[in-house]
């Protein structure tokens, strides 16, 4: 018997009182346990599991984002986090090889900017260079943003920590950032465009944010499905590079 023949027989009218009926309600039944065992039973366990998880979070605490960001949890409200990097209390030595090592990273990994947190360093640095279209490359040691302008722009955006994946986000057209350089020295910059757009980019890094959060929930949880699925089988958030220069933020 085929299955064309099978599917007529289960799908046949109740009232024929014969085991098409009896076979139609079996199959819903299984319908319904496969949906409940693949589906809602995961989510409702993932769920149980983020509430502890953010039971037992405090403010200060050290933490790790699914996408490999570094940072401090400064506000726990609602079931949101928000975590920060810490500010660099001075620059020495150390931080200046953070910075060389931040470049270096950046344009192996073929970017155009790159925050410390992003390479597993709590701390409020990041690099930004978008090449001959607008140098010098910029060193942000504890930027702010001090003004932005009321024109947005809306582009495509990538991200490190999130390979291969790409999103439209609206960010100011035009921004003037405050922050410390290589030689811990203060500086102002005034920057638009694309430079702008990296900037806000990195800083949004320091604290905690991604581009994705930038999109509506249905899209960020497109692309999410579709990075892990891209990492099937791999461990940790290290992706081997190979020194050739600029692309993702």
Known sequence: MTTAHLSLLLIASPGSGGPGASGFVIQIGLFIAIFYFLLIRPQRRQAEQHKQLLASLQRG?????????????????????????????????????????????MLAAKGVGLAANQIGVPRRVAVVDIGEEDPPPLVLINPVIVERAHE???????????????????????IVVEAWDRDGKPFRVEAQGYKARAIQHEI??????????????????????????????????LKEVTPEPAGEL
Do not use: M
């Open 152 to 174: 947005h722009e809306i582009a495509e955006e990538g991200c490190l920590s999130i390979p291969e994946i790409f999103g439209d986000v609206e960010r100011h057209a035009r």
């Open 61 to 105: 605490d050290q933490v790790l984002t699914s996408s490999g960001i570094v940072g401090e949890v400064v506000h726990i409200k609602d079931e949101q986090v928000t975590i920060r990097s810490g500010e660099a209390k001075f620059v020495n030595d150390a931080v200046r090889q953070l910075v060389d090592d931040l470049f270096e990273t």
């Open 204 to 237: 949004d890094h320091l604290d905690g944010i991604l581009f994705l959060d930038h999109l509506s929930a249905v899209k960020r949880s497109l692309l999410l499905s579709k990075w892990k699925k891209a990492r099937k089988g791999q461990t940790g958030y």
